[in-house]
């Protein structure tokens, strides 16, 4: 019941900056979670960034410093503001919601957490 579309993808140069955006509609639940995953061509889905409805949040090591995970709960949207682009990070970026935002807070990272996922925004980052 509860729809998540992700928009703000598209190609930047190294060293740019991308602002991600989920918005989730329809019959959402109180306290909800939200994750950020990515995959990149010939690779597995990886773990980004989550955030509990409180605020809390987990980063995966290699964004940690450049990646900042937010949400505007009032507006059931949740934000992934992406900095100093590498070509690395080029990929599918998806987010996530675990609605009851209970197994998250001890398995942020992985994907069978989550029950409702967008339909993913391409990052393409050039050298």
């Known amino acids: 019941q509860v729809q998540l579309v992700e928009s703000g993808g598209g190609l930047v140069q190294a060293g740019g900056s991308l602002r991600l955006s989920c918005a989730a509609s329809?019959?959402?639940?109180?306290?909800?979670?939200m994750g950020w995953f990515r995959q990149a061509p010939g690779k597995e889905r990886e773990f980004v960034a989550a955030?509990?409805?409180?605020?809390?949040?987990r980063y995966t090591d290699s964004v940690k410093g450049r990646f900042t995970i937010s949400r505007d709960n009032a507006k059931n949207t949740g934000f992934l503001q992406m900095n100093s682009l590498k070509p690395e990070d080029t990929a599918v970026y998806y987010c996530a919601a675990d609605w009851d935002g209970y197994r998250s807070i001890w398995y942020p990272s992985e994907a069978s957490t989550y029950d409702v996922w967008g339909q993913g925004t391409q990052v393409t980052v050039s050298s």
């Open positions: 329809g019959r959402t639940f109180n306290r909800y979670a």
């Open positions: 955030i509990s409805w409180s605020g809390g949040t």
